[in-house]
């Protein structure tokens, strides 16, 4: 096992900064990226940041976390969170640890956000603290 952790994110969360920022902040993805490694270097891990608006690149990612030993996956998957049976299927699928991830807290919001298929098999989630998710996140990847 390397001591790698991969970051995905899902659609639209390219736009990070721009996009209703009264709910997810104004910080870029690049700037959450920045502070990931900064936190990841205390912990001597290694981040593997990367974003895609398409299911099957966040499918393809899982699986190549499990074949290049990554220690964990953080997993912000956007709306595919709510829809997308194969993410389900792909984190099953692998034994590499993966924590669901969301800036804003999906709970309390629209209804439709209330089901998550990335939640009923990710090993923890963190969610509803900004930018801050992710690094609570990587911080649990530990007690994992
Ligand atoms: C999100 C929450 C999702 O419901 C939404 O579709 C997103 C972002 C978050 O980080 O808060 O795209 O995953």
Excluded at 76 to 86: D, E, F, K, L, R
Aim: proline residues 3%; contains cysteine.
């Amino acid at each position: 096992m390397t001591n790698t952790i991969y970051v995905l994110n899902g659609p639209n969360l390219n736009l990070l900064g721009l996009r209703e920022p009264d709910i997810y902040g104004s910080d870029t993805l690049d700037d959450i990226a920045a502070m990931l490694e900064d936190c990841a270097r205390g912990l001597g891990y290694e981040i593997d940041m990367r974003q895609t608006n398409h299911e099957g690149m966040l499918v393809d990612w899982l699986h190549e976390a499990q074949a290049e030993g990554a220690k964990a996956v953080l997993l912000n998957a956007g709306a595919y969170t709510h829809t997308s049976i194969a993410l389900l299927d792909a984190i099953r699928a692998i034994r590499t640890p993966v924590i669901e991830v969301h800036l804003s807290d999906p709970s309390t919001r629209e209804e439709f956000r209330h089901l998550s298929y990335v939640g009923m098999t990710a090993a923890k989630t963190v969610q509803g603290l900004g930018a801050r998710s992710y690094i609570v996140a990587l911080e649990a990847v530990a007690e994992l």
